[in-house]
């Protein structure tokens, strides 16, 4: 089965300094992966996924993460953050063929003015 | 567009107590999913169902059961709860592998 390992539960980072969220998993076959965010008291937002096609996938906020296959890697990343991006992040995942999404721990992101 | 809805928002009850927890979807999706959300542990999957009859165990079952009479809606029943069950609880739906949508999650708590 897919697991998915986010190695930071918490991550502080300067307004406007870059972030890397990391997030990696266990399988070889194909699979599929998504980030979602969660503001405090509500579900979790879809951020962006990946299927197939190109390793690079961006958000509309400025969030981009790269699929990468020989680290098994997910990693979520922004080059300037801002308050509103506080939040937590939860990286998720499935082999294709498999209807059960594998989620991470989580990373809280906390921006400090 | 409502897509996932989920009522109550906040309740809570007392130990030996049963409820069910509502979730109702609008986007035609055939799968639903209900989660638990604890501190520091993400999500663990519950249930979920492929379609209006059919439902499977997620990886923590014990003490929840479901039911998918139609499409839209997949209730999640607590009986005889326990404080091991307070906790937040998604639902979502989706047509896989595209991603899936949340509900904003019951906060249950038990005492």
């Known amino acids: 089965a897919q697991s998915v390992t986010q190695l930071d539960s918490q991550v502080p980072v300067f307004e406007e300094a870059p972030v890397e969220l990391r997030c990696n998993y266990s399988?070889?076959?194909?699979?599929?992966l998504f980030w979602y965010v969660q503001y405090p008291n509500q579900g979790l937002q879809l951020l962006l996924k990946?299927?197939?096609?190109?390793?690079l996938v961006e958000s509309i906020n400025g969030f981009e993460a790269e699929f990468n296959k020989s680290q098994t890697s997910f990693h979520l990343r922004k080059p300037s953050v801002h308050i509103s991006d506080t939040a937590e992040y939860f990286c998720?995942?499935?082999?294709?063929?498999?209807?059960?999404?594998?989620f991470g721990t989580g990373t809280r992101l906390t921006i400090i003015p | 567009n409502a897509g996932v809805t989920q009522t109550p928002k906040f309740r809570i009850l007392k130990i030996g107590q049963s409820m069910t927890l509502q979730c109702t979807q609008d986007?035609?999706?055939?799968?639903m999913y209900w989660y638990r959300q604890d501190p520091g542990m993400g999500l663990k999957l519950i249930y979920y169902?492929?379609?209006?009859?059919?439902?499977d165990k997620g990886e923590v079952p014990n003490g929840y059961n479901v039911s998918r009479s139609t499409t839209e809606d997949f209730p999640l029943r607590l009986e005889l709860a326990a404080p091991s069950q307070t906790s937040v609880y998604f639902c979502?739906?989706?047509?896989?592998?595209?991603?899936?949508?949340f509900g904003d999650g019951t906060r249950l708590s038990i005492l």
């Open positions: 979502a739906s989706s047509t896989p592998p595209q991603p899936q949508h």
């Open positions: 399988s070889s076959v194909s699979v599929y």
């Open positions: 990946y299927l197939s096609g190109s390793t």
């Open positions: 998720a995942g499935a082999n294709f063929g498999n209807e059960k999404l594998t």
């Open positions: 986007m035609n999706h055939n799968y």
């Open positions: 169902s492929v379609g209006a009859g059919i439902t």
